[in-house]
């Protein structure tokens, strides 16, 4: 009942104030104005009022107020929501996040979600593209079944918006670990290919069977009004034509009904599955091309493909799910996932795996690049100023390659400053349609500053090697420019470096101290390695589409040397592929200066490598024997090794300037202002919520007060003049609570009920007293009768060398009595008072009194448990003999109770005997026990009288 009630009220927020409930937002986050996409949207949905912003070109939801919302700031609030709603069910604050985006979401989009997460007051970890979320979910749960051969899968997946197949390879892979160099194994998944059709979804299916319908309640003429020019009627077919369409793919025919649609006219008329598919047909025929287009990408052939997996609530059309088999020539289709929550089941994984708070299982992900990225630059064909000049390109990021990775792109003919372009390679791949709504294929254009500078301050007596501009493909699919720098290369020797002033090496060391020794210089020097396939990247907080630190001046440079000792560092972590200026046949990244470069540095290595052969070999004879002109040998062999020259690296950085082309970034001003009225928001609608419930407060403890007023218990405990003057109170308050509108303040509701539950106090307190009261009198009765047991056989452990001292049983004794007497005495004031009165006590009072016995019992109980009784003496007789001793020592162990007993030892002793005496014959004990238990017995039955 409630859950209808809830559909209820959503249905006429969403009919009557549509205008102000937003979806399908996606379409027009990150997009200009003009971009088809968001005509096609306005299409859709004609009530919403669209416009240009000026600043950035993009779309803004107009309100009939005028207030102006951006699609960042809407899908802001939905997240903030979210955020909530999670906190709630988790009982803590969450600050992190892994979203899902579609994985044809281009850079500035993906810039854009960031922007509405950092509005919502998320820290992302990570944009994960929905297809591949969706493909570590299916591969969570099925670890044991991949191993070392990749095995090829393909997700099929048709949601509200799009489209899209992808083929995922799964296998083991084995990585050792950078933190502990153990080698480690964990499946990892790759995206092979991807097929996407932005335009084919379930909405669209829907919007042509809302078409339908609306053309025939026009063709039954109830009324003269055309039902397509009301905005309300034609959002209730569209309602309904969803219903309609979700019960199609199980039955071949069904009513859609509508009540009241236009003009107070019902509509009710029959539609069939194969009418709807006939509407469809055209939207069908597309299905396979997606599959295809998933084919070619991956240069795959189905005949590798393992299993195909629905995904997406539209693949339950049975239409759907045939034409889907026809185009892979294939008649069993997986249907093994949920397909409305697996794209957030996997990005919660992932969201575990990347957090602090969890640790699971390591599933690695390799998405793949959707789009090909290239850089243009000028390229200078001599260092005259007169060279020709043209425009070279150079990809980047290879379309259908994996990501994470890095990649460094060298200028080696760059001595002057100059700027490069990041452009969106080649997209024939796109449609037509696709194509216009892409938007802008240029990124970002890149200006670097320094070069030249640091050409004049180098280039004396080094060798220039380029300018190298190393990037970033981060795990959210956005491209980073880490860093710049000018590489310089020169030959010294240890005789050169030896020169350095003291000055200056008072200064290289106390910059060790702080962080500015070699470590962090071979660091930052050093190549960057590649991200490997089992190191996922963490993603930077910024959102810029370029992320590195240009805190520099403009004239301030940094420069960092390398020395290595037989030519330029090449070792096996250089995992960063470099790219060339020029294309060559030769090594990836190596340029012809860099090979000459090498080549000398190879004969060096050789020539180091054996005059070091030789110095091993000389070894032990020089232990065997050392004379003065073998010494003169080694120093001249010294002095020619400090002559040797080595290669040295420098690196300076050069300042780089990033301009965004794609789509123009709001400013940090607006950015601002956004957050602000996002936060205003929140406020007014946590008011809001504040001021409901002040107001169902009143209402409800007017209702519920009016009826306890007739009820039998509260008439006891009151007067009828009290009755009258609460009943009084209560429709004053009613009366003034219909009569307030919405700016009433919340204080005034706060006041009201206050004064409301003072005047009815006093009289709920009295029936609350008078229903609780018996039950409390028999606990603290049943708590004296316990403690008085205890008082009486705590008479035979009280003295020296028992656990209780004479104090204890006193003041345990003076508590009881006092409670007796206080029982006694506050029951008999209250017979003799009223019920309308306030009672002599409380509740509260006698729950004090149980607590202070039960207080002091359990302090007695816990002497006994530490209590341990002095060791008595044992006689030895020396001058007896052996067979004297064992008999006296027989009897001992018969009469002696067990020492780690004492308890035991003392209940059967009689309080006369003193701690040295022996014990008694079987007899006397038994006589005493007798006597004892009569007493005990006696006093029990004494004490229950005087109870």
């Not at 120093?635 to 965004?660: H, V, Y």
């Not at 009201?752 to 609780?772: C, P, Q």
């Not at 003799?832 to 007695?860: C, Q």
């Amino acid at each position: 009942m409630a859950k209808d009630c809830l559909e209820m009220l959503h249905l006429m927020l969403e009919f009557d104030f549509q205008k102000n409930t937003y979806r399908y937002l996606l379409d027009v986050l990150g997009k200009h104005f003009d971009n088809p996409l968001v005509e096609r949207y306005q299409k859709k949905f004609p009530f919403y009022n669209l416009v240009k912003d000026e600043e950035t070109g993009m779309a803004l939801f107009q309100h009939e107020d005028g207030v102006l919302y951006s699609p960042e700031e809407l899908i802001a609030m939905i997240l903030q929501k979210a955020k909530e709603y999670s906190e709630t069910f988790a009982e803590q604050p969450i600050g992190e996040a892994v979203i899902t985006v579609p994985p044809f979401f281009n850079q500035a989009e993906r810039r854009a979600m960031l922007r509405a997460a950092e509005l919502a007051g998320l820290k992302v970890l990570q944009l994960i593209n929905d297809n591949a979320a969706v493909a570590l979910n299916y591969g969570v749960f099925r670890r044991k079944v991949f191993n070392e051969t990749a095995t090829n899968y393909m997700f099929f997946d048709i949601g509200a918006s799009y489209t899209s197949a992808t083929i995922v390879a799964y296998q083991i892979v084995k990585a050792k670990s950078p933190v502990s160099s153990v080698v480690d194994e964990f499946p990892q998944l790759t995206i092979k290919g991807v097929g996407i059709d932005r335009t084919l979804g379930g909405m669209e299916f829907q919007l042509r069977l809302r078409d339908l319908l609306a053309r025939h309640f026009n063709a039954q003429k109830k009324t003269k009004n055309d039902v397509t020019k009301d905005a309300r009627a034609m959002q209730k077919l569209f309602k309904e034509a969803g219903r309609v369409k979700q019960v199609l793919s199980a039955n071949v025919d069904h009513f859609a009904q509508v009540e009241n649609l236009l003009d107070d006219e019902d509509f009710r008329f029959k539609v069939t599955r194969e009418e709807l598919e006939d509407l469809c047909r055209d939207l069908l025929s597309r299905i396979g091309k997606v599959v295809q287009d998933a084919l070619t990408s991956s240069e795959m052939s189905m005949d590798e493909i393992s299993e195909v997996i629905l995904m997406g609530g539209g693949t339950r059309m049975p239409k759907i799910q045939e034409t889907l088999k026809a185009a892979i020539g294939r008649e069993d289709l997986g249907k093994g996932i949920n397909t409305d929550e697996a794209a957030a089941l996997g990005a919660v994984y992932q969201a575990a795996h990347l957090g602090k708070g969890f640790k699971v299982k390591k599933f690695a992900i390799r998405d793949a690049v959707l789009y090909p990225v290239e850089v243009e630059f000028e390229r200078v064909k001599s260092t005259d100023d007169s060279g020709d000049v043209s425009k070279t390109k150079r990809v980047l990021f290879g379309r259908m390659q994996s990501y994470p990775q890095k990649k460094a792109m060298t200028f080696n003919k760059h001595i002057a400053d100059f700027s490069f372009e990041v452009n969106y390679g080649d997209l024939s791949f796109l449609n037509e349609f696709d194509l216009k709504a892409f938007g802008n294929t240029t990124l970002n254009v890149v200006t670097l500053t320094g070069v030249d500078d640091a050409y004049v301050k180098n280039s004396g007596d080094s060798d220039f090697k380029g300018v190298k501009a190393h990037f970033r493909m981060d795990d959210s699919g956005l491209i980073r420019l880490d860093k710049v720098e000018s590489i310089f290369e020169k030959m010294v020797t240890k005789e050169a470096e030896a020169e350095e002033s003291t000055l200056s090496k008072i200064g290289s060391t106390i910059s060790n101290l702080f962080g500015g020794g070699k470590k962090e210089e071979e660091l930052d020097g050093g190549v960057e390695e590649e991200h490997k396939d089992d190191i996922p990247t963490e993603p930077k907080a910024d959102n810029s589409s370029y992320a590195r630190d240009d805190s520099k001046s403009d004239g301030e440079q940094k420069q960092k040397v390398e020395t290595t000792d037989s030519g330029p560092e090449n070792t096996d972590d250089d995992k960063e592929e470099e790219i060339g200026e020029e294309p060559s046949e030769k090594k990836p990244g190596t340029t012809a200066g860099d090979e000459e470069s090498q080549t000398d540095a190879g004969k060096a290595s050789e020539e180091s490598k054996d005059d070091k052969a030789g110095e091993n070999a000389e070894t032990k004879d020089e232990k065997l024997e050392s004379s003065p002109a073998d010494d003169q040998d080694k120093t001249k062999e010294q002095k020619k090794e400090d002559k040797k020259p080595k290669l040295t690296t420098i690196r300076a950085d050069i300042r780089a300037e990033q301009l965004a082309k794609d789509l123009t970034d709001p400013s940090k001003e607006k950015l601002m202002l956004s957050k602000k009225l996002i936060d205003d928001l929140k406020k007014r609608d946590e008011e809001k919520a504040l001021l409901e419930k002040a107001k169902n407060e009143i209402e409800t403890f007017v209702f519920e007060a009016q009826d306890k007023l007739e009820q039998e218990n509260y008439k006891l405990c009151s007067t009828e003049e009290e009755r009258t003057a609460i009943g009084e109170k209560l429709a004053a308050a009613s009366d003034w609570l219909n009569e307030q509108d919405d700016s009433t303040p919340r204080k005034e509701y706060e006041s009201r009920i206050k004064d409301l539950k003072s005047a009815t106090n006093d009289l709920y307190g009295r029936v609350y007293e008078m229903l609780e009261r018996p039950a409390a009198i028999e606990a603290l009765n049943s708590m004296l009768n316990h403690t008085a047991y205890f008082l009486f056989g705590m008479k035979n452990f009280t003295g020296e060398d028992q656990p209780f001292a004479q104090a204890d049983y006193e003041a345990l004794q003076k508590l009881v009595i006092d409670t007796v007497e206080w029982n006694r005495t506050v029951n008999e004031e209250q017979k003799k008072a009223s019920l309308a009165e306030n009672p002599k006590f409380t509740v509260e009072d006698v729950a004090m009194k149980i607590a202070a016995l039960d207080r002091d019992v359990k302090y007695l109980i816990s002497k006994v448990k530490s209590f341990r009784p002095k060791p008595k003496a044992k006689v030895v007789f020396a001058n007896k003999t052996e067979s004297t001793n064992n008999e006296t020592k027989a009897a001992d162990d018969k009469t002696t109770p067990k020492e780690d007993d004492p308890l035991d030892q003392d209940l059967f002793e009689d309080n006369d005997h003193d701690d040295g005496q022996t014990a008694e014959t079987s007899s006397s004990n038994s006589t005493s026990t007798e006597s004892s238990t009569k007493k005990n017995q006696k006093a029990s039955h004494d004490h229950d009288d005087e109870l």
